[in-house]
Nanobody, 116 residues
Framework: QVQLVESGGGLVQAGGSLRLSCAAS????????MGWYRQAPGKQRELVAT???????NYADSVKGRFTISRDNAKNTVYLQGNSLKPEDTAVYYC??????????WGRGTQVTVSS
């Protein structure tokens, strides 16, 4: 079955950086659009960034210029590099894998906390 395992979350000071990783198994990784969503306490889950099978990327306005999504098809892993982090980036970050024939698959999430 599909498994998405996030790692790299933690506590970081405002202005700092963090790199999240999501290791996928059970899928033909190169075919999937991969992405990151986040959910802050009391708020709805929101899109952070996606990267499609061709390497095309899409970002939420709130993270453009600060976050970079990338993928390594040889390692079945997608990354999210976050720089110049702000307290409002505090959330649980979820990895998502999407393919038109199978729909969405979600990871369990990793907590990112940015202190002011």
């Amino acid at each position: 079955q599909v498994q998405l395992v996030e790692s790299g979350g933690g506590l970081v000071q405002a202005g700092g950086s963090l790199r999240l990783s999501c290791a996928a198994s059970g899928i033909i990784f190169s075919r999937y659009t991969m992405g990151w969503y986040r959910q802050a306490p009391g708020k709805q889950r929101e899109l952070v960034a996606t990267i499609n099978s061709g390497g095309g990327t899409n970002y939420a306005d709130s993270v453009k210029g600060r976050f970079t999504i990338s993928r390594d098809n040889a390692k079945n892993t997608v990354y999210l590099q976050g720089n110049s982090l702000k307290p409002e980036d505090t959330a649980v970050y979820y990895c998502i894998a999407y393919y038109v024939l199978t729909g969405n698959n979600w990871g369990r999430g990793t907590q990112v906390t940015v202190s002011s």
